[in-house]
């Protein structure tokens, strides 16, 4: 369609089903495996939509500039992105799984800058870990749920990370990273 959308398939590759009628990425599903929540991009910024398992009509959660819902281990919450609305600054908001406003929101050591990062529960429920780039070199931070202060979870000196995700038992940790290249270029001469 020459749009980012949502697609379900079995686990084989067979049964593929689009979900999204527009655009739709980093989406993570419902405990209850009925709901696929998901970020989309429209006229007002990015927000967070559900659609159910099966396709069907997007119903909208989060009604504010937010994206990268990763919902919560006991299924009642959706930790994201958000956008503060009086300093336009972006924190780490906790929202309850039917929308409404943020029960909770954090600030952040630093995005990871370019593309949109992962943001992850713990496996516990008492921390949301998410990616920060200090000095060109990306870690993986925690921000408990409590308030208390964020702790580092990885300790890499190079590079950066482009997304992670966290096995379900804690035990493992998977992720992209690799350098940054930045090249600029002048082109002339069009016609």
Do not use: H
């Amino acid at each position: 369609s020459g749009s980012i959308q949502l697609w379900r398939m079995d686990i084989d590759g067979s049964n593929l089903r689009l979900l999204t009628s527009g655009p739709g990425f980093a989406g993570d599903c419902s405990r209850s495996d009925q709901w696929v929540l998901y970020t989309t991009f429209g006229a007002g910024g990015f927000s967070i939509w559900k659609v159910s398992i099966d396709g069907g009509e997007p119903v909208q959660v989060i009604n504010k500039y937010a994206a990268i819902p990763s919902v919560s281990p006991d299924g009642q919450f959706i930790a994201c992105y958000d956008v503060d609305e009086a300093t336009r600054g972006t924190k780490i908001g906790i929202f309850s799984i039917d929308g409404g406003d943020p029960v909770k929101e954090f600030d952040l050591i630093q995005t990871a800058g370019s593309g949109s990062p992962a943001v992850r529960w713990m496996p516990d429920g008492r921390s949301i870990a998410y990616i920060a780039t200090q000095g060109g070199v990306s870690n993986i931070w925690l921000q408990p749920i409590d308030g208390g202060p964020p702790k580092q979870m990885t300790d890499f000196k190079s590079d950066r990370i482009y997304w992670f995700d966290i096995s379900r038992d804690g035990k493992q940790l998977a992720l992209s990273r690799g350098p940054q290249t930045n090249d600029v270029v002048l082109m002339k001469d069009f016609r």
